[in-house]
């Protein structure tokens, strides 16, 4: 069974080396890695060329695109490997993720995704906490906290229910999953850490929020259909993404503050 990594990526020179390092240096061995570089203008390509063109089973495409999710589709699309895994430039796999992935996806031949769980590290790769799946994150269209990061999908899942949304610029993950889950395919949540993901990203901004919180009312409002429950979510999904931008913001990120902002998502019961 062959795994296919794809990595979007544009200026990530200060982090993508730990994101290849973890792909090159895995136990399992059976992997594809798509990059797809959005015409950086840093050193991020240079650094992926002189790590990765030493490696095999390597693609590179450098290309304009129009936004994260378009390089998604576009390394989805060259994907050859019967599990698809998206790894961002900023974050990276445990050793043992893709090898633990692979013994998933063979025990269980129908399975359709797997979502294992993350561990959220600071700028210098430094721990600052564990969100187990089934605690924080467990599948629900309802809910916009999917830890995307951690999510294996088999590529029967794309050519059945399509790509990625372009619509949604910040949420199009979001929007996959509600898809995924509104198609009642198979899937296995799981509290084992796969991915290390650091804090910020595109969704982590004050001129995002606003839109982040839009694109989340509208994915869930696609998916739920009484408007009583449309009001719920929109109050959650505002709590949630305000509370969460805050307490990061305001916390410069300390381990202490993204403890409290969760324990506040928690009882919020985004």
């Known amino acids: 069974m062959k795994i296919s990594v794809i990595t979007t990526f544009y200026n990530s020179g200060s982090t993508i080396v730990d994101t290849l390092l973890s792909v090159f240096s895995s136990k399992f061995k ?11 203008t840093d050193s991020s390509l240079e650094i992926v060329k002189k790590i990765a063109l030493t490696k095999d ?6 290309e304009k695109d129009s936004g994260i999710y378009d390089g998604m589709n576009k390394g989805i699309e060259h994907a050859t490997g019967e599990i698809i895994c998206i790894l961002n430039a900023d974050d990276f796999l445990e050793e043992d993720s893709l090898e633990h992935v692979s013994a998933i996806f063979k025990a269980n ?33 309802n809910s916009p906290a999917i830890h995307h990061p951690g999510i294996f999908v088999h590529r029967r899942v794309y050519e059945k229910i399509g790509f990625f949304n372009l619509k949604y610029k910040i949420s199009a993950d979001y929007e996959f999953i509600s898809r995924f889950l509104d198609h009642k395919l198979k899937f296995i949540e799981s509290d084992k850490i796969v991915t290390n993901v650091r804090t910020g990203g595109c969704s982590d901004s004050i001129r995002n929020l606003i839109k982040k919180n839009l694109e989340h009312y509208e994915i869930a409002s696609k998916y739920t259909v009484s408007f009583p429950s449309k009001i719920i979510l929109a109050i959650k999904i505002f709590k949630k993404t305000t509370i969460h931008f805050i307490y990061l913001q305001t916390s410069k990120r300390s381990v202490s503050g993204v403890r409290k902002s969760i324990n506040e998502l928690r009882w919020f019961n985004c």
């Open 30 to 40: 059976n992997v594809e890695y798509i990059l797809i570089d959005s015409l950086s």
């Open 57 to 62: 089973n390597v693609k590179i495409i450098s």
């Open 109 to 141: 031949p129908n399975l359709d995704l797997f979502a294992g769980s993350i561990r959220m590290v600071d700028e210098e790769n430094n721990r600052i906490i564990e969100l187990p799946r089934t605690r924080y994150s467990p599948l629900k269209k």
